[in-house]
């Protein structure tokens, strides 16, 4: 950092640090495979004595470049050593398991870039944890860890627990199968089978999980307001047309031989 620069969180400043590292790691290995070396060095521990001045803003430590006048400038005392691969993957914290998981960022504007951030340092770094959290009856206790009001985060939640439609894809069926349709999304089912509707008539629902559903439309259910309801209070609606794909329908010729509509 140069003096006059501004102030960047800590932790931009020890990846830095630790990406010249690993630079510098991969130019000695480099070196040894190439020249064929029996014996080179390795560095196993750096110290390192940063004089800077620390700033606190919306729960994240800042620092930025003490000059010769700031006498009252803090040190950093940052030594560091070498960890194997097993070990960085044995303690690292795993953002998100299911690849399907949102981060908490995803709750969105119902709470601040700084409740947010807290949450993080109790472990909740996924919507997923917080609704279990939740359904465990602790997320009055996360609240108070964190400052935060029990309702603000139930209606953070709420909001994150909402259905939202995706994609409304066709998917062909065979002459002993009928046509259907595949939704994809979030929050599309809570353990039983969401209530489909288009244009106020009931859509049959083949397969439902909470990120696609598999429905066998009626011919005139290919377009228009397609509604999913997967609980009294949580619903969406999407208008798609999807018309072209219809099946055909029999029709009956005034001759009495059939056909297709």
């Known amino acids: 950092m140069t003096p006059g620069a501004a102030a960047i969180p800590l932790e931009h400043f020890i990846q830095a640090v630790q990406s010249q590292l690993d630079n510098a790691q991969s130019a000695m290995g480099m070196k040894a495979r190439n020249l064929n070396l029996p014996l080179t060095f390795a560095i196993k521990d750096i110290s390192l004595d940063l004089r800077a001045q620390v700033e606190f803003s919306s729960g994240e430590i800042r620092i930025r470049p003490a000059t010769a006048a700031d006498v009252q400038a803090s040190t950093f005392h940052l030594v560091f050593t070498t960890i194997t691969r097993p070990a960085i993957e044995e303690n690292a914290v ?38 279990e959290m939740s359904e465990q009856g602790n ?3 996360v609240g108070r860890m964190v400052s935060l009001p029990v309702d603000r985060l139930r209606k953070a939640l709420e909001r994150a627990s909402e259905p939202q439609v995706d994609h409304v894809l066709p998917v062909a069926g065979d002459a002993s199968e009928p046509s259907l349709l ?24 083949v397969k439902a999980t909470k990120d696609e559903l598999l429905l066998a439309p009626a011919a005139n259910q290919w377009a228009g307001e397609l509604s999913i309801e997967a609980t009294p209070t949580a619903s969406t609606a999407l208008a798609f047309d999807l018309s072209r794909f219809a099946p055909a329908v029999a029709v009956v010729q005034p001759n009495g031989h059939g056909g297709t509509a």
Not at 109 to 129: A, C, F, H, N, Q
Not at 192 to 203: I, L
């Open 94 to 131: 795993a953002l998100a398991e299911d690849p399907h998981d949102r981060p908490i960022d995803d709750l969105g504007d119902e709470l601040s870039d700084e409740e947010r951030r807290k949450l993080e340092w109790v472990g909740v770094r996924t919507v997923r944890k917080l609704e």
């Open 139 to 141: 997320d009055r206790a």
């Open 182 to 205: 595949r939704v994809r999304g979030r929050n599309l089912s809570r353990g039983s089978a969401p209530r489909v509707t288009m244009a106020g008539e009931p859509v049959s629902v």
